[in-house]
């Protein structure tokens, strides 16, 4: 088999150290294997790149490894610094399902020396890892989506905090989160328990009867529900601050981004949030992918019967 890379290094990360094997070829054509123990710590992945230099070393493979794995790339690209060993040296991702180790075989030694087996005939199929930007959108809009889920789990605790407490205001309220309902809330919190002071927050447009929101605001709230309603209700204000400050975030970083965002928008039905969250996926080069069927397999966006095998390992 032709071999593409004939000095290449595979890595096998961990929590605390990186295992790298650098594949050598002798000069009566043998292959020999040098491997060396790093920690992780930015001075250990310093030294890391330094040993891969004096090889000669040009192509790295290591596999996603959690989130492990990205340091150990950032700091072997070189990234941002436009100098450096790191500079013209390719770096391959791969998915681990793809690269899976010789029965009888696992040691943290012999997975780096299979990896760097299989990349010096360029076996190994790279995933695709974002430019710094496209990851750092990907990481704010990811911490996003899920402060939105504790957002709404926060919701779903007032709601079971209102039934215990015999308070139907979803029944009235198609949005306890509302307007309305956010002002009930507040009073409901703060120790209102009267059902007609209760009723006069809410506002004229709500279509249910004054008769049934009195009704459905008659109940018998307790100390502790009342300390349940407040904390909750802290907790949603300031995990809404905390999405405000990230939308914040990433429209200051968005310049790169901002054509396509602004493109992608005017498909109908995506906003400009859900475009800048299908470019933190996928990035902005659709070069990667050979077909449209490609790109829609990528993020699951079809059935998995009608996918089509990705160009590369799903992303990292």
């Given at each position: 088999m032709e071999v593409l890379?004939?000095?290449c290094?595979?890595?096998?990360?961990?929590?605390?150290?990186?295992?790298?094997?650098?594949?050598l070829i002798e000069g009566d054509g043998s292959v020999r294997h040098e491997v060396e123990t790093f920690a992780t710590t930015t001075p250990g992945l310093v030294a890391l790149s330094d040993w891969l230099e004096g090889h000669g070393c040009s192509?790295?493979?290591?596999?996603?490894?959690?989130?492990?794995?990205?340091?150990?790339?950032?700091?072997?690209a070189a990234e941002g610094s436009g100098e450096g060993p790191g500079e013209n040296r390719t770096l391959v991702l791969a998915n681990a399902a793809h690269v899976k180790n010789v029965p009888g075989r696992?040691?943290?030694?012999?997975?780096?020396?299979?990896?760097?087996?299989?990349?010096?005939?360029?076996?190994?199929?790279?995933?695709?890892?974002?430019?710094a930007g496209t990851r750092a959108m990907r990481d704010?809009?990811?911490?996003?989506?899920?402060?939105?889920?504790?957002?709404a789990s926060h919701v779903q605790r007032i709601?079971?905090?209102?039934?215990?407490a015999n308070l139907k205001l979803a029944s009235v309220l198609t949005d306890i989160m509302g307007q309305s309902g956010r002002a009930v809330l507040d009073a409901l919190a703060a120790g209102e328990t009267d059902p007609d002071r209760l009723r006069a927050l809410v506002g004229s447009r709500v279509k249910a009867s004054p008769e049934a929101?009195?009704?459905?605001?008659?109940?018998?709230?307790?100390?502790?529900?009342?300390f349940l309603l407040a904390l909750h209700l802290g907790q949603i204000d300031a995990l809404a601050a905390a999405i405000a400050a990230i939308d914040a975030e990433?429209?200051?970083?968005?310049?790169?981004?901002?054509?396509?965002?602004?493109?992608?928008?005017?498909?109908?039905?995506?906003?400009?949030?859900?475009?800048?969250?299908?470019?933190?996926?996928?990035?902005?080069d659709m070069g990667r992918f050979p077909s449209a069927g490609h790109l829609l397999s990528w993020p699951a966006s079809v059935p998995a019967t009608t996918r089509v095998p990705a160009s590369a390992a799903p992303p990292a």
């Open positions: 890379h004939p000095r290094a595979g890595l096998d990360v961990h929590k605390d150290t990186v295992v790298a094997a650098v594949r192509c790295v493979a290591m596999e996603a490894t959690g989130i492990y794995w990205r340091p150990v790339w950032q700091v072997l696992k040691t943290d030694v012999a997975d780096a020396v299979w990896l760097s087996d299989l990349l010096a005939p360029a076996l190994i199929r790279p995933s695709f890892v974002p430019d704010l809009l990811r911490t996003r989506k899920q402060l939105v889920r504790e957002q709601q079971k905090t209102l039934e215990d929101i009195r009704a459905a605001l008659t109940g018998r709230p307790g100390p502790h529900h009342r990433v429209d200051r970083d968005l310049g790169p981004f901002r054509e396509a965002v602004a493109l992608l928008a005017t498909i109908p039905g995506v906003g400009e949030l859900t475009a800048e969250v299908i470019l933190s996926e996928i990035g902005r």
